[in-house]
């Protein structure tokens, strides 16, 4: 087996690069009032950022040999929902966060206001995408995307999680709770990955189980991660204020566990995860890559 930085770090170079060259097209800045909106919306999504989600859709893609222009549409419209939901959540009436991606946040940079519409277009322009014919050729196929994203990122997915931990600081969370409040915040959206990578290659019901298994101990081993990053990192590294869930006053995987069982727990999803991935060959091998980095990362 090649080894997960062989593999990992090409993959991510060309994936930051093909997103990026698809949100310079699409957020062209037209020469009218509307301009302001186009430069924030391009602050938040042009460069920085891991762009774990479009590659986990394309790694997934791979395994049904998907068109890469067709999993790339995909991996655009996911990358929108996570940008517009990082522009919300970095809001004073939420995380109040000065710092996101090494830059200042939207909200910073330009306006509250501007910083609000910026995260309402890149949610609608995701399911723009995802609608375009050129995404599948089966109306069936883009139904099903665009029916799942709803779900993934709505109050059943991202949003409902984002509540949960709006909450965190009045509601004594206990691991489950912590557990719940990942699954859908954090988890939701990278289970549509392996989701649309398996619509996209019309996989079979016994494929499909065994991405959104991989999907789900991904997810929870990712969050324990940032809640890792979040007491041991720096602001430096992480590009992101660290350190603000202890001084909320709210429980995380760490503060529950502890560092070292945090840890060990996220070790065991990650074997987990892989093990999901056992019917799978070679083919496979960029997922397994990211499942390691998913712990393994400074940032």
Same mark, same amino acid.
């Given at each position: 087996?090649?080894?997960?930085?062989l593999i990992l770090k090409p993959a991510l170079d060309a994936i930051?690069?093909?997103?990026?060259?698809?949100?310079?097209r699409l957020l062209a800045v037209p020469d009218d009032s509307r301009a302001r909106l186009y430069d924030a919306m391009r602050h938040a999504v042009i460069g920085g950022g891991k762009r774990m989600r479009p590659l986990l859709v394309v790694a997934a893609g791979d395994l049904f040999a998907v068109p890469r222009e067709r999993s790339l549409r995909a991996a655009l419209a996911i990358e929108c929902i996570h940008c517009y939901s990082l522009i919300?959540?970095?809001?004073?009436?939420?995380?109040?966060?000065?710092?996101?991606?090494?830059?200042?946040?939207?909200?910073i940079a330009f306006d509250e206001a501007t910083a609000v519409l910026a995260g309402d277009c890149l949610h609608d322009l995701a399911f723009e995408i995802l609608a375009d014919a050129?995404?599948?050729?089966?109306?069936?196929?883009?139904?099903?995307?665009?029916?799942?994203?709803?779900?993934?990122?709505?109050?059943a997915g991202m949003a409902g999680g984002q509540m949960m931990d709006l909450v965190a600081g009045e509601v004594t969370y206990d691991l489950a709770g912590i557990t719940?409040?990942?699954?859908?915040?954090?988890?939701?959206?990278?289970?549509?990955?392996?989701?649309?990578? !398996?619509?996209?290659?019309?996989?079979?019901?016994?494929? $499909?189980?065994?991405?959104?298994?991989? !999907?789900?101990?991904?997810?929870?081993?990712?969050?324990?991660?940032?809640?890792?990053?979040?007491?041991?990192?720096?602001?430096? $590294?992480?590009g992101k204020a660290v350190q603000k869930d202890a001084a909320a006053g709210k429980a995380t995987?760490?503060?529950?566990?502890?560092?070292?069982?945090?840890?060990?727990?996220?070790?065991?999803?990650?074997?987990?995860?892989?093990?999901?991935?056992a019917s799978?060959?070679?083919?496979?091998?960029?997922l397994r890559a990211i499942a390691r980095f998913a712990v393994d990362r400074d940032r």
């Open positions: 087996m090649v080894p997960a930085p930051g690069k093909a997103i990026d060259q698809r949100f310079d919300h959540d970095d809001l004073p009436c939420m995380d109040d966060d000065d710092l996101r991606r090494g830059k200042p946040t939207v909200h050129a995404t599948h050729d089966d109306p069936h196929a883009r139904l099903e995307l665009i029916t799942m994203l709803a779900v993934q990122s709505g109050p719940r409040l990942q699954q859908l915040k954090t988890g939701a959206l990278i289970q549509w990955c392996l989701e649309a990578g !398996a619509i996209l290659g019309r996989a079979d019901d016994a494929q $499909k189980k065994s991405l959104l298994g991989y !999907a789900r101990d991904l997810g929870l081993a990712f969050q324990i991660a940032d809640d890792l990053l979040d007491v041991e990192g720096t602001s430096a $590294k992480t995987f760490v503060s529950l566990m502890g560092l070292e069982r945090a840890r060990s727990q996220a070790d065991a999803l990650i074997g987990q995860a892989i093990g999901h991935l799978f060959g070679p083919e496979a091998d960029l």
